[in-house]
């Protein structure tokens, strides 16, 4: 990345966790790895011109503006460029900066479109405050299909994250647990080890309880 980023910028956080989550979508799209690596520098760079010239650039302008700097060097595909021109371009032609529609848009950037869509809205730059894992699962079925690629965003939600392992949740009967295993396209019903009542008292004795095989128990909040 540019000299400007420095790794306690929010943006060059951003930039690699979309850039991961792109390498995801494309590995389960059975990407090379000539195009995993086109794609990945691509949305590595997809912001960076959000960065030039000392941030002086508007929220439109910054696609155009990266593009004008990527594609000058020599090491970086053009079509990775295009992903930094792109990846604001929405699938309905809703987006910017040149109203590009469905397939008119590259692969590539239609990727990083979920990807930076997914991690805006986890993370600090999320207008209304950071989203649940989950709460950002159905925020990208939402934009499915209009904003997002629908393909694409599929693809991406049998991967995503719902309950992260580790994370504390509570169940439909008030129990509360935590994540301990998600299975690959079952997010939604990972195994979770109870550890308190619905009144916040330690169990005495912790124990597990797969939700894909016990239905009647899901996960509330």
């Not at 011109?49 to 650039?57: C, I, P, R, S, T």
């Not at 439109?60 to 700097?69: I, S």
């Amino acid at each position: 990345l540019d000299s400007n980023i420095v790794a306690d910028d929010p943006v060059y956080g951003h930039c690699l966790n979309v850039a991961a989550l792109a390498a995801v979508i494309g590995n389960d799209m059975e990407y090379s790895a000539a195009r995993m690596h086109e794609l990945v520098m691509g949305a590595l760079l997809h912001d960076i011109g959000k960065v030039l010239a000392d941030g002086d650039v508007t929220e439109e302008d910054h696609p155009a503006k990266g593009f004008a700097y990527v594609r000058k060097i020599r090491k970086y595909s053009t079509v990775s460029a295009h992903v930094v021109y792109s990846h604001h371009e929405n699938y309905d032609g809703s987006g910017f900066p040149r109203n590009l529609s469905g397939d008119n848009i590259h692969e590539y950037a239609r990727i990083t479109a979920v990807a930076d869509a997914y991690d805006t809205l986890t993370s600090g730059q999320n207008p209304g405050g950071a989203l649940l894992p989950h709460e950002a699962y159905e925020a990208i079925m939402a934009m499915s299909g209009s904003r997002l690629d629908k393909t694409i965003a599929d693809i991406f939600l049998t991967k995503a994250p719902l309950y992260p392992v580790g994370s504390f949740v509570v169940l439909n009967d008030a129990y509360i647990g935590i994540v301990t295993d998600v299975r690959p396209k079952m997010q939604a019903r990972p195994t979770v080890l109870l550890v308190a009542d619905g009144a916040r008292n330690f169990l005495p004795e912790w124990f597990e309880l797969k939700l894909t095989e016990n239905l009647t128990s899901f996960i509330s909040h």
